[in-house]
Each structure stands twice: as structure tokens, then as C-alpha cells.
């Protein structure tokens, strides 16, 4: 019974809002490994949903741990500004399933490639905040043609360009989960535990492997930007919990890229400063034409 005072925190994002803009298309978008990544598009009303995604629509990727409704605020901006926003949670979060490929920040990418492939865009402005940066870098590098500009908030190139809130813990919580998995794979419990009403240990197996992502990638060498051509904006909270020198280094390998620090905001950049990224979005639209 001690072990039970030691269920690990719960890792996921609370429960936002989804936007209040008309929603054009809500479906699950098969990968070849299984995984199904639950894709949404939000845009205008009146408006056709081929002729939003021919009209270059922008692409919202959230963080570890998060959905889509991460952008909530940021997509109800871009929508009143006319634009059309697809937005997915990414695999193994929110309403995705997790596949059986590695989890890795180059799999979230082509992910991302697979899900514009299935809906026509062809081309797409690019947001996103703290591993949907690190997919945003992975994109504009890789797949130059189908990235018009990116917005790259709260992005590392390693993981020692990450400070580890002690509030956070991210090694103890990884191991707090693979040792509940663990402990409930093989407990026998007494009747007065009801197990449906703990942490289930499939759930705990898959939170140690997301928080471990962060603690094992990414591994990008800043030189390697210096092939982006878009338009791009590295954007980071003045009390960010990414390290100065490598959002400098990002900044100084792109370059095309502006660098802009959202005073009085730490790292959660779509929620606390939606104004400031959506602002960053739309000037890289104007400026990539």
C-alpha cells in the first residue's frame, strides 16, 4: 500500500478550450506504423475547405505533452485575419495514437509531411512552440519547398539547451512513471483498490517516453539552419526556460531569421502572449508574400 502514496503526477496538458472559429474538418490521419494523428482545420466562415488549404494555410504545432488546443487563442487570431489553420496533436498526444515507429522530433516532422500530403497543402506557413519549434527548424531545413515561413517559439538544439525547472523534474518524473508501469504491470492489489481509478500503465509507459524525448533529443547542428530561406522568426518568452545561447544560436545560423523576445512571459508563448505570436505569423506571411 506505501507504493500507492507514489503515483506519478499525471503529464498531461489541462484541458483547454478548443477555438470558437468554425471548424471545417476533424479527422484521423493514418501513418503507415498505425499511428492515427487527429487532425483538425479551423478557418473562416463561407469559405470552402479546398480553398483554404490552396491558400497556403498556416500549420500549428504544439509542444510535449500538449494538443492542438495549445493554440487556441493563436488559431481564433489567425482566423479572424482570414487565414486558414490546420492543427494536429501529435502522435501519442491528445486524441493521436502513438505507432509503433520511434519517437523521435524527425518522426514528429514527417508526420507533419504525411498529414499535409493527405489534405492537398501543398504549401503552408509554419507555427510552433517548444517541440513544435524543433519540428518548425526540422521542416523549413528539410522540406524547403513546402514551407513558406516559420514561426520557431521555444526551440533547442540539445537538450542541454533546456532548464529543467526543479519544479518539473523531467529525469525523476520519467523514472517515477517507468517505475509505475512497472509496479502496476505486476501488482495484485487488494480489493479496496479499484485500479481503473489509477494511472493506467500503458499511460504511465508513455509519458516516461515523451518526457525522455526531451531529455535525449534533440540533436541539431545549428550549421544546418543556415540552408532555411523563408522568412522566420525565433521567438522566445524573456524568462523562457530555453538557454539565451542557443536561442541566439538558432537565430544567427537562419540567415533570414528575426529574433524576438516577448517581455514579462516565460516559455508557454501560444497561451500567455497569443497576441505576440499570431502578430509574428502574420509578418512572416506579408513577408514571404
Known amino acids: ?64 505533452g500538449g494538443t492542438h488546443a495549445t493554440f487556441t487563442k493563436v488559431i481564433e487570431r489567425l482566423v479572424a485575419a482570414g487565414k486558414g489553420v490546420i492543427a494536429f496533436d501529435a502522435r501519442a498526444q491528445g486524441r493521436s495514437t502513438r505507432g509503433s515507429l520511434p519517437l523521435t522530433y524527425e518522426q514528429l516532422a514527417d508526420d507533419a509531411i504525411v498529414v ?100 535525449d533529443e534533440p540533436h541539431i547542428e545549428a550549421s544546418s539552419l543556415a540552408s532555411i530561406v523563408c522568412p522566420t522568426c525565433v521567438l522566445v518568452g524573456e524568462h523562457d526556460c530555453i538557454t539565451t545561447e542557443q536561442t541566439r544560436a538558432i537565430a544567427e545560423a537562419i540567415p533570414t531569421a528575426r529574433l524576438v523576445v516577448v517581455p514579462g512571459v516565460g516559455h508557454s508563448l501560444p497561451r500567455l502572449a497569443p497576441d505576440s505570436v499570431a502578430l509574428q505569423v502574420l509578418t512572416n506571411i506579408m513577408l514571404a508574400g
Open 116 to 215: 499535409l500530403r493527405a489534405l492537398g497543402a501543398s504549401r503552408v506557413h509554419v507555427v510552433g512552440h517548444s517541440d513544435g519549434g524543433i519540428v518548425a527548424l526540422l521542416l523549413a531545413r528539410d522540406h524547403g519547398d513546402e514551407v513558406l515561413s516559420i514561426v520557431a517559439g521555444g526551440a533547442n538544439l540539445t537538450p542541454e539547451g533546456v532548464i529543467d525547472d526543479p519544479a518539473w523534474d523531467t529525469p525523476g518524473s520519467a523514472a517515477t512513471n517507468r517505475s509505475w508501469a512497472a509496479f502496476m504491470d505486476g501488482a495484485s492489489l487488494p480489493d479496496a483498490i479499484d485500479p481503473t481509478l489509477l494511472p493506467a500503465a500503458e499511460d504511465a509507459r508513455l509519458t516516461a517516453e515523451l518526457l525522455q524525448l526531451m531529455l
Open 1 to 64: 500500500m506505501a507504493e500507492l502514496l507514489r503515483t506519478p503526477v499525471p503529464y498531461r496538458t489541462t484541458a483547454y478550450a478548443l477555438p470558437s472559429v468554425p471548424l471545417h474538418y476533424a479527422q484521423a490521419t493514418p501513418m503507415a506504423d498505425g499511428a492515427r494523428i487527429a487532425t483538425f482545420v479551423y478557418g473562416p466562415s463561407g469559405v470552402e475547405l479546398d480553398e483554404l488549404l490552396g491558400a497556403h494555410p498556416v500549420l500549428a504545432l504544439h509542444g510535449n
